[in-house]
């Protein structure tokens, strides 16, 4: 069976103004033909089989929105080749666009004034769904969450979270092949992620809907997805399972550690301690992601027993968090 989405040897390039300053430079632009050429996506390959949940991760501006858009059709590739679901995606907009369903930040598919059925009717309609397969899907939204509360609820009187459960649902309401989840936890509380993730799992696992996720939520990526690719500044660093990425990182340990006195500042001195290893902390801990090869935590442990008193500790493996953020300073080496 071929794969759902192929991409090959894809870049996008955008030309850009070069912008002078002040109103005699503004003017001046008007008449500019001084441009620039960014490379937004450059040379990406990945093939994704259908019912994977891959998440697309990078820092802002790596490229990730730039290669979703062309996967949706909404932008044209410079130069390679990308197929979804067969379909060359800015070629066959109408037929792509039937078999992708998509959730885009805080742009909502949904009307505002409408109660929530209206909104879902409206979709039924568009994506002329069979009214037995819209009443199952009814069936089977009712059963993985309790959608009566909100099915006659306004959009504008819902909750973000609502709202954001809503669209989810929406954008896998015509049963597409393909759903891409841009930031789909954003703002939420914990409940409300919880509820969500489950209910991206429970559709993909009995519709085997491909999911295509970015997120800067590792929360997000641990608990939906086997496989990561993750993109920079335009370029792929990696395209495996999170478990592979960490064995990179082998060496690295988080430290965590209790001690009297007040948390952040007591971390800001134990950081002058021990410049060479990222110290972090939050309402119950401080964390220290020492590297073995530097250092081992017992000794670590032994400086900081001199200029601190440590209550507590920890030692944990280093997190999918802290994988991710080495990454995007280091590369992959």
Known sequence: MAPIIEIQNVTKEFKVLNRREGLKGSIRDLFSRNYKIVRAVDNVSMTIEQGEIVGYLGPNGAGKSTTIKMMTGVLEPTSGQILVGGNVPYKNRTKNAQEIGVVFGQRSQLWWALPLVESFKILRDIYQIPEKNYQEMLDFYQSLVDIQPILHKPVRQMSLGQRTLSDILAAFLHDPKIVFLDEPTIGLDVSMKAKIRTLV???????????????????????????????????????NDIDHLKSFFGSYRTLKIRVEGELKAQAQAIQKELPEF???????????????????????????????????????????EDVIKKIYEEGVK
Request: charged content about 30%.
């Open 201 to 239: 799992q429970a559709l993909n696992q009995e519709k085997k809907t491909t999911v295509i996720l970015t997120t800067h939520d590792m929360g997000d990526v641990d608990a939906l997805c086997r496989r990561i690719v993750i993109i920079d500044k335009g370029k792929m660093l990696y395209d």
């Open 278 to 320: 990222p110290v972090t902390a939050d309402e119950e801990w401080i964390s220290i992601l020492v590297d073995e090869d530097k250092a081992k935590v017992i000794d670590v442990l032994g400086r900081l027993q001199s200029s601190c008193r440590i209550t507590d500790m920890q030692l944990q493996e280093i997190s999918s």
